[in-house]
T-cell receptor
C-alpha cells in the first residue's frame, strides 16, 4: 500500500459528460501529480500541484482541470468527455517537508475511466 | 527524441534466474533521477528503485539493482532470482532537474516469469 488513495476505482460515463476524480496524497506529502495511462499514448504527465499551487503542466487538455485543497487532497475534473479520454488516471504524491533526496513519487491505485 | 527508451516490449525468464531490463535516457540536465516502477496486471504502479545522477554507486533494493552507466546514459534494472510474482510491466522513468518535478516514462517492458 503506497498510502495514496484514489476514488472512485472505476468510472463509466457517456460522451459529453463531466467527472471528478479524487486523490488523497500520503500523509505529509506536499506535491501531487496527475498522470494518464492509455494504450496509445502510454503514461503521460498531466499536471502537478505543490502545497495548493499549480506547479507544472504537461499534456493536459483544456477540457481538463485540477486543484489542490488546503488539506492537500486533489481533484481532477474532466469535462466534455470523449471516447479517447478512456484511460487509467493515476495520482502520485511526493515531498514531505523536511526530507530530501530522491523525491520518489508514490502512486495511487488509479481510477479507470471508461467513456461510452 | 525519446527521453526514455525501453527497447524490449516483452521478455521471458525462467524462475530463479536473473533478468536485465534495458533503459536508456536522454537529457542535457546534469541533475536528474531515474526510477523503475512495476505494474502488475491489477494496475497499480509500485516503486522499485531510484538512482540519482550524482550517486556514485549503483542502487540496490533487495532483489533489484540498477546498473547505472552514466556515460552511456543507461539505467538497466536487474532482477535477481526471478519469482512468479515478478511477472508484470516494468517502467523506467526520469525526472529532469532537482526534486519535485514530473516523471517522463518509457513505454515499458512486459516480463513473464516461467516456472
Amino acid at each position: 500500500d503506497s498510502g495514496v488513495t484514489q476514488t472512485p476505482k472505476h468510472l463509466i460515463t457517456a460522451t459529453g459528460q463531466r467527472v471528478t476524480l479524487r486523490c488523497s496524497p500520503r500523509s505529509g506529502d506536499l506535491s501531487v501529480y496527475w498522470y494518464q495511462q492509455s494504450l496509445d499514448q502510454g503514461l503521460q504527465f498531466l499536471i502537478q500541484y505543490y502545497n495548493g499551487e499549480e506547479r507544472a503542466k504537461g499534456n493536459i487538455l483544456e477540457r481538463f482541470s485540477a486543484q489542490q485543497f488546503p488539506d492537500l487532497h486533489s481533484e481532477l475534473n474532466l469535462s466534455s468527455l470523449e471516447l479517447g479520454d478512456s484511460a487509467l488516471y493515476f495520482c502520485a504524491s511526493s515531498f514531505r517537508r523536511g526530507t530530501s533526496g530522491s523525491d520518489t513519487q508514490y502512486f495511487g491505485p488509479g481510477t479507470r475511466l471508461t467513456v461510452l | 527524441a525519446q527521453k526514455i527508451t525501453q527497447t524490449q516490449p516483452g521478455m521471458f525468464v525462467q524462475e530463479k534466474e536473473a533478468v536485465t531490463l534495458d533503459c536508456t535516457y536522454d537529457t542535457s540536465d546534469p541533475s536528474y533521477g531515474l526510477f523503475w516502477y512495476k505494474q502488475p496486471s491489477s494496475g497499480e504502479m509500485i516503486f522499485l528503485i531510484y538512482q540519482g545522477s550524482y550517486d556514485q554507486q549503483n542502487a540496490t533494493e533487495g532483489r533489484y539493482s540498477l546498473n547505472f552507466q552514466k556515460a552511456r546514459k543507461s539505467a538497466n534494472l536487474v532482477i535477481s532470482a526471478s519469482q512468479l510474482g515478478d511477472s508484470a510491466m516494468y517502467f523506467c522513468a526520469m525526472r529532469e532537474g532537482p526534486g519535485r518535478r514530473a516523471l517522463t516514462f518509457g513505454s515499458g517492458t512486459r516480463l513473464q516469469v516461467q516456472p
